[in-house]
């Protein structure tokens, strides 16, 4: 890297490498988990996350005015949503198989912990990491995290079919544990004060933006909305036709693992290789790549167009989503708006979510007519947002690297 990561930022990469594994297994495992309880029920698990991404957004607005004016909690309230979590884990151990009856609960419960996390986690991020080191830390921690990929899944798929969910919701609960105790290296005095004397008020935010900083913001909110559609949508689909065609846990696990070796590929080539200016060629490719992978699924669900699915979606739309947040977490700096990321992550966090909870809207009505065409005729729609994003971020690159390109020129007709 450029310049070494610090303790702070080595503390918070481990913190969220264990977060994966913790994720893993409460989203791609319990979804499967849950299809296995609920004998398939996709409206359930529709409900699930609609409930959990309610409460994400409506968490960053409640917790927006602590978050704002005390930064030195913002590690406390990360903490929290760990703690939160691992309850949430060890509820699983308890309750077992009737969790398929108190779902509604689980959802609260996770959401919750999920809202108290996220929201003082993307806030340390953005000021814990430089933007210059911004590209190499995500995707060193995104080739780590699919590291971790390649090994948790067959080790979770082999120890739930060996043993049980239940028993190896145990050993998630002691990493969660673990987690909490690498967050007390997070150094809290790195957190600005800058803004916090100020209220948390987002019409005040939005009243201080000049015209052309609202015009700038208004893409990065219109690709967070696409973002929430096409990343976690299309993530549960895929997970849901994935173990209703192989079956087993142990088979998602052997695939997640697959399809994870391929993720780091493309990420360290896209890491090593990625220049703003060749934005048109990567986003081009991984969209046009995408939409025919989902065609093959359009025209026939077999087990053969399912793994050519997944190899194509693990080497795309992880690139894809380091690319948006590269972009979200720089644009705070680019855009002079330090007084304001309590508020600017609060518009972001809440777009995604508008789009996630739209996402599993769509998959709870096709849950409903139960028809396999009409679960088809989502994936593509989901599908389609790819093009939609990828045109949208182009557009974002390419006025970036026009403005960085003016500002070179003023710069040597200055000292001229």
């Known amino acids: 890297m450029k310049n070494k990561l610090d303790k702070s930022s080595r503390a918070l990469m481990i913190c969220d490498l264990t977060n994966s594994i913790i994720s893993l297994f409460g989203e791609t495992f319990l979804v499967a988990y849950f299809l296995q309880v609920s004998n398939e029920n996709i409206v359930q698990v529709s409900i699930y996350y609609i409930i959990i991404y309610t409460l994400l957004g409506l968490g960053s607005i409640v917790l927006g005015n602590l978050l704002k004016s005390k930064p030195a909690k913002r590690i406390i309230i990360y903490r929290v949503g760990i703690i939160v979590k691992s309850i949430f884990i060890l509820l699983i151990v308890l309750f077992k198989e ?14 919750f912990a999920e ?6 986690h993307d ?22 995290g699919k590291l971790i990929n390649i090994v948790f899944p067959i080790i979770l798929g082999t120890s739930i ?19 909490i105790i690498i967050s ?8 600005s004060t800058e803004g916090s004397e100020e209220r948390y008020c987002l019409k005040n935010y939005v009243n201080s933006l000049s015209q052309e900083q609202k015009t700038k913001l208004n893409k990065i909110y219109k690709l967070a909305f696409i ?29 997640t693992t697959i399809f994870a070796i391929c993720s780091m590929i493309s ?16 986003l081009s490719f991984c969209s046009i790549l995408i939409v025919l992978g989902v065609l093959g699924l359009i025209i026939n669900i077999s087990k053969q167009t399912l793994i050519l699915y997944n190899f194509i979606y693990s080497i795309t739309i992880y690139i894809l989503e380091v690319m948006f947040k590269i972009k979200a977490d720089d644009i705070v700096k680019e855009y002079c708006i330090q007084n304001w990321i309590v508020e600017y992550h609060t518009f972001i966090e809440g777009f995604m979510d508008i789009g996630r909870i739209t996402g599993f809207l769509l998959m709870l009505i096709i849950g409903l007519l139960n028809n396999i065409i009409y679960f088809k005729i989502l994936l593509l729609m989901v599908t389609i947002c790819i093009p939609i994003y990828s045109i949208i971020m182009y557009k974002i690159e390419n006025n970036q690297l026009k403005d960085s390109k003016s500002h070179k020129i003023k710069q040597i007709a200055n000292k001229n």
């Open 98 to 111: 009737s969790i398929s009856q108190y779902f509604i609960v689980f959802a609260i419960l996770y959401g």
């Open 115 to 120: 809202a108290l996390y996220w929201s003082a």
């Open 227 to 255: 973002y929430g559609i096409m990343m976690d949508t299309i993530r549960v689909l895929v997970v849901i036709i994935t173990i209703m065609t192989f079956k087993t846990s142990l088979n998602l696990g052997i695939l």
């Open 184 to 191: 007390f290296s997070v150094d809290s005095n790195r957190f």
């Open 123 to 144: 806030l340390m991020n953005i000021e814990i990491v430089d933007n210059e080191n911004r590209k190499q830390y995500m995707t060193t921690k995104r080739i780590l």
């Open 267 to 282: 990420l360290y080539i896209f890491n090593k290789l990625y220049q703003k200016n060749y934005a048109k060629l990567v």
């Open 161 to 179: 079919e060996l043993t049980s969910f239940v028993n190896i919701s145990i050993y998630i609960f002691v990493l969660t544990l673990i987690q």
